[in-house]
């Protein structure tokens, strides 16, 4: 019995191939300055909501670890990074300067959040982060 060759097999055989490549292509962490953005507004949100003051302060720790990214100063290794994979941090990620600007004065609050250890004064702090990172468009 002789076996041929079918094109139909040959072009599915390429598409697959093609399709591999496209993704081994692909950044595996593009950039989402918006979303990172987002998230550290969110865990400013949620150090606002905390009920004691160890909470506040590690969820102040993920907005700074979101805003500045694992090469950044003030990330902290030891506390986790909500934003690990939407890219290098939003102050990194950031090229408009009016952005960058509200991103700093974010983090600048949220660094000088982690020295206070008066819950009530952390959780008006972190809505105040909040609502700085909400504004940024």
Same mark, same amino acid.
């Given at each position: ?6 094109? !139909? &097999?040959?072009?599915? %055989? @390429? /598409? ?9 292509? /692909?950044?595996?962490? /593009?950039?989402?300055? $918006?979303?990172? &953005?987002? !998230?550290? $507004?969110? #865990? ?12 506040? #302060? ?7 670890? +979101? ?15 909500? +934003? ?16 960058? *600007?509200? %991103? ?7 660094? $000088?959040?982690?020295? &206070?250890?008066? %819950?009530? @004064?952390?959780?008006?702090? @972190? =809505?105040?982060?909040? =609502?700085?990172?909400?504004?940024? *468009?």
């Amino acid at each position: 019995m002789r076996r041929t060759f079918m094109p !139909t &097999v040959a072009l599915g %055989l @390429a /598409a697959i191939g093609a399709g591999w490549l496209m993704l081994r292509s /692909a950044p595996a962490d /593009a950039a989402d300055q $918006a979303k990172e &953005v987002e !998230t550290a $507004a969110i #865990h400013a949100g949620l150090a606002a909501a905390s009920k004691d003051i160890l909470l506040a #302060h590690i969820h102040l720790h993920h907005t700074i670890n +979101c805003l500045v990214g694992p090469r950044g100063a003030g990330y902290d290794g030891n506390e986790m990074n909500p +934003c690990v994979h939407m890219g290098d941090g939003a102050l990194p990620d950031t090229t408009d300067t009016t952005q960058r *600007k509200a %991103l700093e004065a974010a983090l600048e609050h949220a660094t $000088a959040g982690l020295a &206070v250890n008066e %819950l009530a @004064a952390v959780q008006k702090i @972190a =809505t105040e982060i909040q =609502t700085q990172l909400k504004a940024v *468009k």
